[in-house]
């Protein structure tokens, strides 16, 4: 196995990220009042969780690009399952579930093999077009349209949007892009992340206005705001480090992660309220399931793709 | 060396097709059996019901779970009988008893003598996916005689979306397991089975289970 270490950049970045992690552990294990809060169990949980993603996530940039692209593609799949065991399902579907399945390993053939129109068609058009034929052909029209309609919705999310991710490793250099592919991820799930963290800290610290509170009654207009701006700055100071924005660019782009991500984070609340569950499982501790954690990163990993494309990477993406 | 082939089966096969392509969400954890002898009673929709149930325990307890199976099924050819009595360890019982002399129950009551963990499916067969039928009392007679013996209600869902009778793909779903308090023999046929019909729908009901019609 070739062993492709990423550049010197990114490293430094997932040592700061190690750094972080190691103060936030110090911080909720040693703090009085931390550690006597009522949640207390559930922090130190999520933190632990929290170090099972990062090293999962360094030793999946740290290897090589297919190592990288099973890891997305692994997630994707856990997503997708999650979501299919949520959602009401028509029996009769069964075997449309599993075409719906394959769609991920082929998916992930066309970023692995670089054809970036067939990574950008194949589920808007070929998956949205084959399934429902298959469930017409299944000849069940009860349910039909809210089964077709709740399939594709998902697929878009956690195979289509996620797939932006691994996407980005695939990306020609760029004379400006200083850390390459694995730069640009690295800054876009850091600053997805830290923005779900900086809003969350911001609303427990200073929330008093609601913004949604028939989605989420937790999230406030004060954790919002300081966790846009938070990122937005985040985002300025990091990007001569991991991407080619310049300083309009970096600025336009933390505003967006911001609110972006705070928008994917309220529509996966929105589809557990709608079917009356907390969490959307229990795999990662503390955090809940596979969805409540990639949340915000199937708004912003398309977004984020889409806008240093536009900007940075014209010749190659059309 | 079959017990190795046993335990390889149980390692390699089953925890990958359990953890990774299904998955489970388990409630109540804790309430599982440390140790035999025990009875666990689960509803029945697929093949995939004992694998679920056998990976909820460490695999050093594995010599110990045995599940009760239908001998017209599982020993109707040879190779099929030679899995399921040396890899899953089946204990095979008939269904339909012609002569009312011989107790079918009489070999499970030896392997609960012997300490072992008994996995029992009341509804006698994997029946309509993802739908409760049912408990037939055989579970009755085994429970009178080790009124002792705990038996643990679990309810199982998700297994019937993912193999269900009669067919051969695995389509993956996460697996959920509720795990009931043990109950024990109460003294007579029909309360026993009704407390047991009664904590099997109140593990169901205990989260919002998403439809499957």
């Not at chain 1, 010197?8 to 190691?22: D, E, I, K, M, S």
């Not at chain 1, 552990?25 to 922090?43: F, H, K, M, Q």
């Not at chain 1, 090589?64 to 890891?71: E, S």
Request: charged fraction near 15%; proline fraction near 6%.
């Amino acid at each position: 196995m070739v062993i492709m270490l990423p550049q010197t950049n990114v490293l430094l970045g997932l040592a700061g990220v190690f750094l972080l992690l190691t103060i936030a552990t110090g911080i909720i294990y040693l703090l009085p009042s931390l550690r006597s809060a009522s949640n207390a169990t559930e922090l130190q949980q999520r933190v632990k969780s929290w170090w099972m993603i990062v090293i999962i996530i360094t030793i999946a940039l740290c290897l090589n690009h297919t190592i990288a692209l099973i890891f997305f593609a692994f997630l994707s799949f856990l997503a997708l399952k999650e979501y299919l065991s949520l959602i009401p399902t028509r029996r009769v579907d069964r075997r449309v579930l599993f075409w719906a399945y394959l769609a991920i390993p082929i998916q992930y053939y066309w970023i692995y093999s670089n054809w970036y129109v067939m990574f950008l068609i194949f589920v808007p058009i070929y998956v949205f077009l084959f399934l429902p034929m298959r469930m017409v052909l299944l000849g069940e029209t009860q349910g039909f349209l809210k089964a077709a309609g709740t399939l594709h919705w998902g697929l878009m999310l956690v195979v289509f949007n996620l797939g932006h991710l691994a996407y980005l490793l695939m990306l020609p250099s760029h004379p400006a892009a200083v850390a390459g592919g694995a730069g640009l991820l690295f800054y876009l799930i850091f600053l997805t992340e830290f923005n779900d963290i900086a809003q969350y800290v911001w609303g427990k610290t200073l929330g008093r206005h609601k913004v949604v509170p028939k989605v989420s009654p937790k999230k406030t207009v004060e954790g919002l705001v300081g966790g846009v701006l938070t990122t937005i700055l985040l985002a300025w100071g990091l990007a001569p480090w991991f991407t080619p924005f310049d300083t309009l660019h970096a600025l336009g782009i933390g505003l967006l992660l911001g609110m972006t991500g705070f928008i994917g984070d309220i529509t996966i609340s929105a589809l557990k309220r709608d079917l009356g569950i907390k969490d959307s499982g229990n795999l990662i501790p503390g955090h809940g399931g596979v969805l409540d954690r990639i949340d915000s990163l199937t708004y912003t990993a398309p977004l984020f793709f889409h806008y240093t494309a536009y900007f940075y990477y014209q010749g190659f993406c059309g | 060396m079959v017990k190795l082939l046993r335990l390889l089966f149980f390692l390699l096969i089953v925890r990958l097709v359990v953890l990774i392509i299904l998955g489970l969400r388990i409630r109540h954890k804790e309430r599982l059996p440390v140790k035999g002898p025990a009875i666990l009673v689960a509803n029945h929709n697929s093949h995939l019901d004992t694998l679920v149930l056998m990976s909820l325990f460490p695999l050093h307890l594995l010599p110990f779970l045995q599940p009760v199976a239908a001998a017209d099924y599982f020993l109707a050819n040879p190779y099929l009988a030679w899995f399921a009595l040396h890899i899953i360890g089946i204990i095979p019982v008939e269904r339909q008893e012609i002569s009312r002399t011989k107790d079918p129950l009489a070999v499970c009551a030896t392997a609960l003598a012997q300490g072992q963990m008994l996995i029992f499916y009341p509804e006698g067969s994997r029946g309509e996916p993802e739908r409760l039928s049912k408990f037939k009392s055989g579970i009755a007679l085994l429970a009178k005689s080790f009124p002792s013996v705990p038996i643990y209600p679990i309810f199982l869902h998700g297994l019937g979306k993912s193999l269900p009778r009669g067919s051969f793909l695995l389509v993956p779903f996460f697996c959920d397991v509720f795990i009931g308090e043990p109950i024990y023999w109460t003294g007579e046929r029909r309360g026993f089975m009704d407390l047991l019909n009664h904590r099997m729908e109140s593990l169901a009901a205990e989260e919002n289970l998403p439809a499957w019609e």
